[in-house]
């Protein structure tokens, strides 16, 4: 009963936020992240979402689109979406379910192989919880398709990069998002690994690609068994 009144509450107060494009600051965030987690639009914990807001309003933050490989619900899209502003945003994902594991993974995580972390609305209910709680979701571009599929055909329109959040869970698609996009990143932009210490595949893939590219820049954890994220500082 207490959840449900809590949950209504926080449902008005977002539609009100939303209704009145009420300025983005850390009353509206905590209200818009409270009714992402309220409707389950997400699998991330507040504390992600609290760090996704706050690198989003990060003053040395440079100029470029926010992209995210790994959309499931749209919860952190949303989030996004709403405080870019005039900036683009990019979300991108199969909505087919988790794909199957390479050698690299180690058998780690094999009991989420197919399972559909978007739920049965896939991309239809991504996008109907950007458009309900951003009133920039018209900046905000959803691509269905396997990464290998959809990245590099949109690399262009892409563009210049500011905050990267890869929410891939196993090695391959993770390699691939960071080959494919990260020198797009701009100086001073954000990179996010949700799965890093949740996943081998997940972990090695950053680990390789950091020292392969001689990438110094600390990693900084957010939850101890899950993401991590990096500045771009090191050219």
Not at 21 to 38: C, G, K
Not at 62 to 90: D, H, I, Q, T
Not at 111 to 137: D, H, L, M, Q
Request: glycine fraction near 6%; aromatic fraction near 12%.
């Amino acid at each position: 009963m207490i959840y449900n009144i809590k949950a209504f509450i926080i449902f008005r107060l977002a539609k009100i936020v939303k209704h009145f494009n009420l300025a983005p600051n850390s009353i509206t965030a905590q209200i818009l992240i409270l009714s992402i987690i309220y409707q389950k639009k997400t699998m991330v914990s507040k504390k992600r979402l609290i760090n996704l807001y706050k690198l989003t309003i990060a003053t040395e933050l440079p100029k470029g689109s926010y992209v995210e490989c790994g959309v499931a619900k749209g919860g952190c899209l949303a989030l996004l979406s709403y405080f870019a502003g005039n900036r683009k945003v990019w979300g991108f994902d199969s909505f087919e379910g988790m794909p199957e594991l390479s050698v690299e993974d180690e058998g780690d995580g094999k009991n989420w192989v197919g399972y559909k972390c978007s739920e049965f609305e896939g991309e239809i209910g991504a996008r109907k919880i950007v458009e309900e709680t951003s009133p920039f979701y018209q900046n905000t571009t959803i691509v269905k398709g396997w990464f290998d599929q959809s990245l590099e055909v949109n690399k262009s329109n892409i563009g210049e990069i500011a905050i990267l959040r890869l929410d891939n869970d196993w090695y391959t698609s993770t390699k691939y998002c960071l080959d494919t996009l990260y020198q797009a990143v701009s100086e001073n932009g954000i990179i996010i690994i949700d799965d890093y210490h949740t996943f081998i595949g997940c972990r090695k893939a950053v680990d390789e690609f950091r020292s392969i590219h001689k990438i110094s820049d600390k990693l900084i954890t957010i939850e101890n068994n899950t993401e991590v994220y990096w500045k771009k500082t090191n050219l």
